[in-house]
């Protein structure tokens, strides 16, 4: 499919909705299209260079860009979902500080393509509410921002990885995260990793759910996330996680 060219004549458009249409490209007349603030692209993937520093109103910009993305002046960007690592790394960063929500996603298809995700580019959202990671390997402890997460992500609520090798346990600068309310792994590989989360660690911290992790241990201190509500750990993926938690959290314990 192809986006009819009538389209990119309706200069005042304010909202393009075209997720899941088969669209593989879009024009170069959509830059005539400078008043639009919400470009609905999802489920669609771009694998060429995708050319919107034109749109410089975009405020939510959704789809699966695998190829260069190039974004010009993005100071009302709010919403990026998803982009490829590849994409990721060619951006300039300094400019999206006001992305509130950010997806990042890699798969076998974009393999040739993919760069190891620095942990440091993501340092510079500060207003970042939501990060969600589709990435195949992650390892915090590689970055030096990993000693200051409370000052380089303060505003962080909520945080997902999915698919994901995490080779170290990530709890102990996860839980330095001083706004995060919800932290979701889903189908990662955490094979001899055992997971601690100190006392006092995530103090706001109101959901953690695993869902299908492969995970030695996990042990939670007495006096940790104080403000859980919703504890959920299912695991349907080999042997069965040795936990050591709380007596107050194991009436929220689903899956074991």
């Not at 590989?189 to 030695?216: E, H, N, P, T, Y």
Request: charged share 25%; glycine share 6%; with cysteine.
């Amino acid at each position: 499919m192809s986006l009819p060219d009538v389209i990119c004549e309706l200069i005042h458009l304010r909202y393009l909705g075209v997720a899941d249409t088969g669209l593989r490209h879009l024009p170069s007349r959509i830059s005539n299209l400078q008043f639009l603030q919400t470009l609905d692209a999802s489920g669609n993937r771009f694998e060429g260079m995708t050319d919107l520093r034109k749109l410089t109103s975009l405020r939510p910009l959704m789809g699966r860009f695998i190829g260069e993305l190039l974004i010009g002046d993005a100071v009302n960007l709010q919403t990026l979902r998803a982009i490829s690592s590849y994409s990721w790394s060619k951006l300039q960063h300094k400019f999206l500080k006001n992305i509130r929500d950010l997806e990042i996603y890699d798969s076998g298809y974009v393999e040739l393509t993919r760069v190891r995700l620095n942990l440091s580019s993501i340092s510079k959202l500060t207003n970042l509410r939501a990060l969600t990671l589709r990435v195949p390997t992650f390892k915090i402890s590689s970055e030096a921002v990993v000693f200051h997460m409370d000052m380089f992500f303060p505003n962080l609520e909520s945080l997902t990885f999915s698919g994901t090798k995490l080779e170290e346990d990530p709890m102990p600068a996860l839980q330095k995260l001083p706004r995060l309310e919800d932290l979701v792994l889903e189908d990662c590989d955490c094979s001899g990793v055992k997971m601690r989360i100190s006392a006092q660690g995530f103090a706001r911290l109101r959901k953690l759910a695993l869902f299908s992790v492969r995970l030695d241990e996990m042990w939670i201190e007495e006096e940790a996330m104080p403000s859980l509500m919703h504890l959920n750990l299912i695991n349907r993926l080999g042997p069965r996680t040795k936990l050591m938690i709380p007596d107050r959290f194991l009436a929220l314990v689903r899956g074991y």
